[in-house]
């Protein structure tokens, strides 16, 4: 659901993390070591982004950022961010990146965005996960 029709991509990688990707199926991430989520932490909503520091000359890939992830290996970066404080960090590495608004990114969790207030509704009362 978060694809372009063309390069690059946002692909889930596993624990609800979203990297950016350069589109093919086994490619490297856009943002080495680096994803993002939407999570709660104390009933507020927020991106965060995560990083992963390379092992042993592996190249961040999107098969490596799904191992990772299985694993743990992601330690928080920053939270809580906005949609366009996330993008903003995401356009630091590939300042042309698509990415999908936040209707959509909100939806992948869940949740429901208004566009007119700015407020992020949890129809499904989802928690923080223990």
């Not at 991509?9 to 199926?25: L, P």
Request: charge should be negative; include cysteine.
């Amino acid at each position: 659901m978060l694809q372009a029709s063309g390069n690059p991509d946002w692909r889930k990688i596993g624990r609800g993390m979203i990297a950016a990707v350069d589109g093919s199926t086994y490619g490297p991430m856009i943002y080495p070591g680096k994803v993002y989520a939407i999570e709660i932490h104390n009933g507020q909503i927020g991106f965060a982004s995560y990083r992963r520091k390379p092992r042993d000359d592996e190249p961040y890939s999107y098969n490596y950022g799904r191992l990772c992830a299985v694993h743990g290996d992601y330690e928080i970066d920053r939270w809580p961010m906005t949609y366009d404080e996330m993008i903003a960090d995401a356009r630091t590495a590939y300042p042309m990146l698509w990415s999908p608004g936040p209707i959509d990114w909100y939806r992948e969790y869940g949740l429901l965005y208004d566009e007119t207030t700015g407020q992020v509704h949890n129809p499904l009362n989802l928690k923080e996960e223990q």
